[in-house]
């Protein structure tokens, strides 16, 4: 695969859209269209997701024996879906301070000890170059609404045994999918 040009085609208000022209192994010129956070991509290196857009938080009880899942309302496949809490990191944030102001946030929960950070992965290679880290921890306190209009969210603890029957028939995040279906197992 050869780079041959980058060009912006639509700035939205959290992502922009690219096309990314190349050339394949057998010499034809194709397009492939790709979102991301940085608005400002001009060359093939700047494709490359060398800083976090944004923190996932894997979070258990105090006791260590349910892990937190939100169920929240995506409008990009217009229904409900288990997920982790996550969000963007503000410039200048560590993604510590990141994961424990999005959790109280999403949660109302306090993010009180962190016991691992997941480096740098793709949120979703096939479309995009956004990444994030993964904080890995423990939250207490009370359940609160989204602090956010635009979010629909209801967060919630789970054992292994109700991770494993919501794994049977509802959607998942990929990642927050592949996690707790480890995690259940374990």
Request: charged share 30%.
């Amino acid at each position: 695969m050869d780079f041959i040009n980058l060009t912006k085609k639509e700035e939205g208000r959290y992502i922009t859209r690219y096309d990314v022209e190349y050339r394949t192994a057998d010499n034809n010129t194709k397009v492939y269209e790709m979102i991301s956070r940085n608005k400002n991509i001009s060359t093939f290196e700047q494709l490359h997701g060398n800083v976090a857009d944004a923190v996932v938080i894997i979070a258990m009880n105090e006791t260590g024996d349910k892990i937190l899942i939100n169920r929240e309302f995506r409008l990009a496949p217009g229904e409900w879906v288990y997920n982790f809490p996550a969000g963007l990191i503000d410039p200048g944030e560590e993604p510590q301070t990141s994961a424990r102001r999005e959790l109280m946030e999403e949660t109302g929960l306090e993010l009180y000890e962190i016991n691992d950070f997941i480096n740098t992965s793709y949120s979703a290679v096939g479309f995009s170059n956004e990444t994030n880290v993964c904080i890995v921890g423990k939250a207490r306190g009370e359940f609160r609404p989204s602090t956010s209009a635009e979010e629909e969210i209801e967060a919630g603890w789970y054992t292994k045994s109700e991770v494993k029957e919501l794994l049977k028939s509802n959607k998942f995040a990929a990642r927050t999918q592949a996690f707790c279906y480890m995690w259940s197992r374990s």
